[in-house]
């Protein structure tokens, strides 16, 4: 795990497993590439995951509304086999953002793995968007409390 540069977006970006892509792709209409350099840019924690000289996931937590902020993962088809590396991972990211006031996720509802995914990391749905983003496609709303995480 590494602090992610721009070219990692690049790296990832054809890699990137279908549902991300489609989640990127509903949410701005250009898809996995634009996700990623726009979750780099606006981050203010940004990292990638590597399995040898491939990239396996980008994560990071951007500004979301008001003072709350907004975590995002993307990754590859590799992401389900390091599952339990990335759990770990992100268990103890997550808990170092405890300084932070209030945690959240917005996800295609279509993507079941990134879902099942937050929720074991403390995620809970807290609302359903039923034409959310570029695509009006149906999202959900994770939130993390700080006694969540």
Request: hydrophobic content about 40%; proline content about 3%.
């Amino acid at each position: 795990m590494v602090e992610s540069s721009r070219e990692d977006c690049y790296s990832l970006a054809p890699l990137l497993r279908h549902a991300d892509e489609l989640e990127c792709r509903a949410v701005n209409g250009q898809g996995g590439l634009m996700g990623l350099i726009n979750g780099w840019e606006t981050s203010i924690g940004c990292y990638t995951a590597w399995e040898g000289t491939l990239p396996v996931a980008m994560f990071g937590v951007s500004p979301f509304v008001c003072d709350t902020w907004g975590i995002w993962m993307l990754g590859s088809d590799r992401i389900e086999a390091r599952a339990k590396a990335l759990l770990r991972i992100s268990r103890q990211w997550i808990s170092e953002l405890r300084e932070l006031n209030h945690l959240h996720a917005l996800m295609d509802e279509r993507n079941t793995v990134h879902r099942g995914f937050c929720e074991r990391l403390g995620a809970r749905v807290i609302a359903t968007y039923p034409d959310h983003g570029f695509a009006r496609e149906p999202f959900i709303h994770l939130y993390w409390s700080k006694t969540d995480v």
